[in-house]
């Protein structure tokens, strides 16, 4: 889980995440949906429903007591996430245990906020839903879990938010009020059509929310809009309104929207877990309250400081060995032969990458990603088998074939106006393929490179200042000492057609990151670390990592 370290500092789950292994032992409902990975971990496939709803069910049980019931067909909560936004209203209304009351706006089947809160705090709720199978399911928790006296769950109409929901109880102050908006305008922005950037992996976890909980005239930022206009009116009524948002970029309209209105306090914040983030909006007409400071780019920092790494066992190395070696690696070194394995990985993604130099026992690569070639590759390659099969086929050869074939193997005279057209080469190809490349993916962070360089070593920070000036070669693996073949020779010796040759070094002028990637040996295991240079984001340089990671496990478990 690669956010956790960034969860809130009252999160269990931040330095003790579940324990699938313990959880599949103790809960067999749960046991089913566990299973080994191939690194000999349990995990659990977040894309079943079946799986997602065990695993909440069986967190709340184990860590809070709590027995709910969630239908396949409407939102199962994760339970990391929710118990952030928690212990941030903790943050906004200073006191995590004196009796406090919210409004939780669209409760859902699981009413896994009141349910948390009251379990926790002793909080009253006030929990709306307006769809009658969420209200149903809402109410039958909070029931069987003894909490009626906390938690009043109430069906409203289409469309009400606080205004409708407030007026029997003119007399009452409220602390705050909690929201997860529907996300989502359209079908098509649910299924991730246009609402997602190209680089972006698909969600890693599956989508069972009902259509009024995932989908709301506008999306979030107009859901959002009209809850801020009801507490215009209502304004201290509620010391605190707050609601989550699944977009980063509807932070910024609505804080505008905030300011135009006049609103006095106002704050934010990130709810970072697994490999999910979310930020919250709260505002408040209070002037005696005291403002949580919004998260400051310390994590961010932190983040791009840290290399990306992962372990080989002493154990399978012998297997990588061999298989290098059968590649026509010479050397009986483990570094240099998974270091190998590597450049041929590498060569095959047309990932442009250079050996530098560093330490002793020890393989350095400076990696140039053009384009993203490692991620749904499967996919990739039905569509090709799938477009191949859908080519129109030459007709049926006749009598006369020999001869049209004869003349068809003619030289074609080349017209006097298309002599002086240039034929395409790797250069118009790369330009071609970031044509589509959003802007921001070429602009180069000087303060990230930095960073960077200060977490290299020494021998390292100069060869790599040289090389992020230069053209970057691409070489062919496990090539000997001296004998360093040029571009254009590499290209020539491989055969390949030009659609699939590497983009040439010389044309790289838009990439989708630099990094420079580690090889050493560490008590016998073989370590591999990428180090972060520069880019856009390090997303792509994360599934690059993931890819290599499984691509070495796999061929020493092929072995």
């Known amino acids: 889980m690669a956010l956790n370290k960034s969860m809130h500092p009252r999160n269990r789950y931040k330095d003790r995440p579940p324990d699938f292994a313990y959880l599949a032992s103790k809960y067999p409902e749960f046991r089913q949906y566990v299973h080994t990975n191939l690194t000999g971990r349990p995990v659990v496939n977040f894309k079943e429903p079946k799986a997602v709803r065990a695993l909440t069910c069986t ?4 860590d809070f007591d709590l027995t709910i019931e969630i239908p396949l067909e409407r939102l199962i909560p994760t339970v990391p996430l929710r118990l952030n936004y928690i212990h941030w209203v903790e943050d906004l209304i200073d006191g995590q245990k004196q009796p406090r009351r919210g409004i939780d706006i669209g409760t859902g089947a699981s009413c896994i906020y009141p349910l948390l809160g009251a379990t926790m705090n002793s909080w009253y709720f006030l929990a709306t839903e307006v ?6 399911y809402a109410k039958k928790n909070v029931e069987q879990n003894n909490l009626s006296e906390l938690i009043k769950v109430v069906r409203v109409p289409q469309k009400t938010l606080l205004m409708d929901a407030l007026k029997e109880e003119t007399e009452v102050i409220y602390d705050f009020c909690m929201c997860n908006p529907p996300f989502f305008a359209n079908q098509l922005e649910a299924k991730g059509v246009n609402s997602r950037n190209s680089w972006r992996p698909p969600p890693s976890s599956v989508n069972t929310g009902g259509v009024t909980e995932i989908m709301a005239e506008g999306g979030e930022l107009e859901f959002v809009k009209r809850i801020i206009h009801d507490s215009l009116q209502l304004k201290k009524r509620l010391r605190w309104y707050s609601c989550m948002l699944g977009k980063k970029c509807s932070l910024a309209p609505l804080k505008e929207e905030l ?9 934010h914040t990130e709810f970072c877990q697994g490999r999910t983030m979310r ?14 400071s919004p998260p400051t780019k310390k994590r961010k920092l932190e983040k791009m400081r840290k290399p990306l790494s992962f372990t080989l066992a002493e154990a399978g190395l012998s297997e990588l060995q061999a298989k290098a070696s059968a590649m026509g690696c010479t050397s009986h070194s483990a570094v240099d032969s998974v270091a190998a394995l590597l450049e041929k990985t590498l060569t095959d993604l047309r990932v442009l990458h250079k050996r530098v130099p560093c330490r002793e026992q020890e393989q350095s690569l400076f990696l140039t990603a053009v384009e993203n070639t490692w991620i749904h590759g499967r996919q990739k390659r039905r569509e090709q088998k799938r477009q191949l099969r859908e080519l129109p086929r030459a007709p049926p050869c006749t009598g006369t074939c020999s001869q049209n074939t004869v003349a068809s193997t003619a030289p074609p005279t080349t017209p006097a106006s298309t002599k002086n057209r240039s034929t395409p080469d790797d250069s118009a190809e790369n ?16 303060s990230t490179n930095e960073t960077s360089k200060h977490e290299i070593g020494g021998e390292q920070k100069e060869a790599l ?9 691409m070489e062919s693996p496990c090539t000997e000492a001296g004998q360093e073949m040029e571009p254009k020779e590499t290209l020539a010796a491989s055969g390949e057609p030009p659609c699939k040759r590497p983009l040439s070094p010389g044309a790289v002028k838009h990439f989708l990151f630099k990094c420079l990637l580690n090889v050493m040996l560490e008590k016998g295991d073989v370590l591999i670390e990428m180090h972060w240079v520069e880019g856009h984001n390090k997303d792509p340089m994360n599934q690059l990592c993931t890819y290599l990671r499984n691509t070495l496990l796999k061929s020493a478990a092929k072995s």
């Open 59 to 62: 967190l709340l049980k184990e």
């Open 131 to 136: 769809d009658d199978i969420c209200f149903d």
């Open 259 to 267: 300011r135009k209105q006049g609103v006095p306090k106002v704050t």
């Open 279 to 292: 930020w919250a909006l709260a505002w408040s007409f209070y002037d005696d309250i005291i403002v949580p």
């Open 431 to 446: 330009k071609a393929t970031f044509a589509q490349e959003p802007a921001a993916q070429t602009g180069n962070s000087a």
């Open 465 to 473: 200042e040289n090389v992020t000036d230069k053209d970057v070669d």
